[in-house]
């Protein structure tokens, strides 16, 4: 069972997975990415998969098998398990909890070697929806106090198959960065009473020079604080904190860019290896005044990252006023 | 100039320096690391560098040439610079300041093969003094609010020469990490009346199941919430927040631990990359009772890191009991 363990001087958890690496050679460089065969996301190879928990299919043909367009899947090593309670605890002055969650898969189209901004509008939107609908049903479990949609793409990312796929956990505590992001939204909406995203939409409209691009219901920019070269976030124009919330215009809109944004991003970086996550609301808050759901896009181009995370002390060597304008002008 | 740019949502200082990559190729993977040819940090290759700014060196041998078996130096490509005033400003909603700061390198031996375990004694020694006398004169300057000291050891840690050196970054501001740090410890101080280090310290001597090495100042543990395999901390037996308060038994002690940690890190993991990061009070706080300076020493071995960054979200395959019970039966 893995085993959630709480830092006691900041407060963040970590997940002890205990069934990974040991020794040097267990930590070897992630297996290159795979060709198609073999694939267990590929049609035809459901039943290399456990049995799926969502899938968008022709009609009459059958689950787990070939037809669907979409499909959810659990993990087949998740990090962490559904079965069991919390079982919160202490040991002396550190906090356990046991490792529970959900790990699953989302495969976002039969064919292996896709890119997402390959999809047509139809096929990214029905990627948006089956996000909604797993974080849905997800958030019905009182255990999950967090839903996570991210995915790792190429192997310099993390990623370990090459067919596109987006992963989401469910986790019982809130990631500390999102944790953040909530206070300090909070506080600058005790000052100001306005929120600090719908702020920065406002002032990146009127500087116009960190847009990336924008749609109907969409608005991407790259950062003014970036950290990494070409991080992009998009954001929902009108406010909302709770991305399972969007309605169907804005799945499609949303849908749309996501495929713009990894369009620009290929052609300007030669598809690189890239991280995205949905930074939601937590599951039990409701709707948020001083929150706002959006996603960040973060290519892995720099291996200069050296101690970053140990100091959260970042160095981009990219401004993003240029990257907004090397992204912009692509198309 | 490089730029300090401040996120407007949680408050983090990033480095934007505008003088790296633009398009993909400029983020190619760093250069192998170089052989002893022409690497500017031999001895006899001092003109290569910027004048040196500490020395430790043999009588009568002149600055900027050899005999020197500790030296310092600018950087050739600070991250920040040194000449000008912060010039703190906003525009709209954003907060700018100049990257005022300075950014040096320290080289640990003349040796360009040597391993830090590989020095003697008195080698390492005179390596942790460098760092305290740059510390102490890097101080003086009150534009600058902390004082990093950072090893990025091996290519995949971000390292780009191969010969054994160390960093120095005097910045304007305290990175986000050490603000947890201090703010975490101020609330169990707060709350218990005792330095959360210092509790961890005698908790995991209790328990004895993370400790990986001890001498008569500094004890060494996996700690309990690792957010990396292998993950250890460094720490001083004697409360104090402020490393270079540091007594000359401590510095001989603590140089004697690092090269124990590293013997002990190479063969477990076949001299693997790393990072490695003093924690240190900020510069203008003076000694802290809830503060307690240590080294975070981070193998970098999985690459399954993925979004984790832009999370704060860790998974660790590794049980930090199991990394230090390796470690410890290693000698």
Redesign the interface.
């Known amino acids: 069972m893995p ?1 959630l ?20 050679k ?2 070897e ?2 297996p290159e990415i795979d060709t198609s065969d073999g694939c267990p996301f590929c049609p035809g190879k459901e039943n290399l998969t456990p049995p799926e928990i969502l899938s968008f299919r022709e009609p009459g043909t059958k689950k787990d098998e070939k037809g669907w367009w979409v499909r959810a899947i659990p993990n087949k090593f998740p ?1 962490l398990r559904v079965e069991g309670t919390l079982n919160r605890r202490g040991e ?3 906090d356990y909890m046991d490792g529970i969650g959900a790990h699953e898969v989302i495969i976002e189209t039969p064919n292996h070697n896709a890119d997402f901004s390959d999809l047509d509008n139809k096929q990214a939107e029905e990627v948006v929806w089956a996000y909604r609908d797993r974080i849905l049903d997800l958030k019905k479990d009182i255990r999950f106090e967090y839903i ?1 949609v ?1 995915k ?1 793409h190429g ?5 370990s198959l090459a067919h596109p796929h987006s992963q989401i ?1 469910a ?1 019982p505590t809130i ?4 944790k ?2 909530i ?3 909070r506080n ?1 909406f005790e000052y100001k009473e306005r929120c ?2 719908c ?2 939409i406002h ?1 990146e409209t ?2 116009n020079t960190r847009i990336v691009s924008e749609n109907e219901d969409f608005i991407c920019i790259a ?5 990494f ?1 070409f991080e992009t976030w998009i954001l929902p124009k009108v406010h909302s904190s709770v991305f399972e919330d969007l309605p169907k215009h804005e799945v499609a809109n949303l849908a749309m860019m996501l495929r713009d944004i990894n369009a620009r991003m290929n052609e ?3 598809k ?1 290896p890239y ?1 995205f ?1 949905i930074h939601n609301a937590p599951c039990r808050t409701g709707k948020l005044p001083y929150y706002h759901w959006h996603i ?1 896009m ?1 290519p892995r ?20 006023e ?1 990257a907004a304008k ?1 992204l912009r002008e692509t198309h």
Do not use: C
């Open positions: 085993e363990r709480r830092d006691p001087i900041i407060g963040r958890w970590v997940i002890i997975t205990k069934e990974r690496g040991k020794v040097k267990d930590f460089k992630i990090v002396g002055m550190f996570l991210f790792n192997a310099d990312a993390g990623a956990i986790m990631p500390v960065r999102v953040q992001e206070e300090g939204g600058y600090v995203f702020d920065i002032e009127e500087a950062p003014f604080a970036s950290r070269p300007i970086l030669e690189p991280n996550v960040e973060m181009l720099t291996k200069v990252a050296g101690f970053e995370w140990g100091t959260g002390f970042y160095i981009n060597p990219t401004p993003p240029e090397f």
